[in-house]
C-alpha cells in the first residue's frame, strides 16, 4: 500500500496539532453563540460517510462542548476518480430544524457534494449550518462553497488520500495525507 504513495503532504502529527486547534475554536465559536443554551440543545456534527469518520472522531475528541453526532452519506465518485452524480446514500434519521449543524468534511474538491449538501440541509430549516472541512483542496473547485473552518488548504492537483481519504475504497486507514502515484490510479 505505502509502495503507491508519491509523498506524504501532511503528517500524522501536522494532522493531529490541526484538530486540536480545530476542535478549540469550534468550541470557542459555539460557546460564543449559544451560551448556556448549548447544554440543552447542542450543535449537532454531521460526518459524511465514510471519508469524514476518522476525521470527525479525532474532531469530536477535541471538542470540549457538548455535541450530537449524525451521519449522511452522499456519492458522487463511486470506485472512481472522476466525480459523477452527487445522490444521497443515507439520510439524516433526525430533525434539523432551529437545530446548529456543523457538516464535518474530509475533503472540499469541485464543491459539488458540498454545494448540494448545503442546500438539501438548508431547506430543513436549521438555526445555521457550517462547515469544517479537513482538506480544501482549490485547483478544481466548479461551485463557491463557504468554508468555516478548514484544517489545510491544498492547492496542487494531486489525488489525495489517507486519513479517511480513499481511492478506490483503499488507503483510508494511512494515519497520514499523501499523494497517490499516478500509476497506482486506473481510470
Do not use: W
Not at 443554551?37 to 477535541?62: Q, S, T
Amino acid at each position: 500500500m505505502h509502495t503507491d504513495i508519491e509523498r506524504i503532504l501532511f503528517t500524522e502529527s501536522q494532522i493531529a496539532q490541526r484538530v486540536r486547534e480545530l476542535g478549540e475554536q469550534i468550541s470557542r465559536d459555539y460557546e460564543r453563540l449559544l451560551g448556556d443554551r448549548i447544554f440543552h440543545e447542542p450543535p449537532i456534527a454531521v460526518g459524511l460517510l465514510r471519508g469524514a469518520v476518522i476525521f470527525l472522531a479525532d474532531l469530536a475528541r477535541a471538542m470540549r462542548i457538548p455535541i450530537e453526532l449524525a451521519f449522511m452519506a452522499i456519492s458522487s465518485y463511486g470506485l472512481s476518480s472522476s466525480p459523477g452524480e452527487v445522490r444521497v446514500v443515507k439520510d439524516l434519521e433526525i430533525s434539523v430544524a432551529g437545530r446548529h449543524i456543523l457538516i464535518v468534511e474530509d475533503i472540499v474538491d469541485t464543491g459539488q457534494t458540498l454545494a448540494h449538501l448545503q442546500e438539501l440541509l438548508n431547506a430543513r430549516h436549521p438555526a445555521s449550518v457550517k462547515v469544517c472541512a479537513l482538506l480544501n483542496k482549490t485547483p478544481r473547485r466548479a461551485r463557491t462553497v463557504k468554508l468555516d473552518y478548514v484544517g489545510f488548504t491544498l492547492t496542487e492537483d494531486a489525488f489525495v488520500v489517507g486519513y479517511g481519504l480513499d481511492y478506490a475504497e483503499r488507503y483510508r486507514n494511512l494515519p497520514y495525507i499523501a499523494a497517490l502515484k499516478k500509476s497506482a490510479i486506473t481510470t
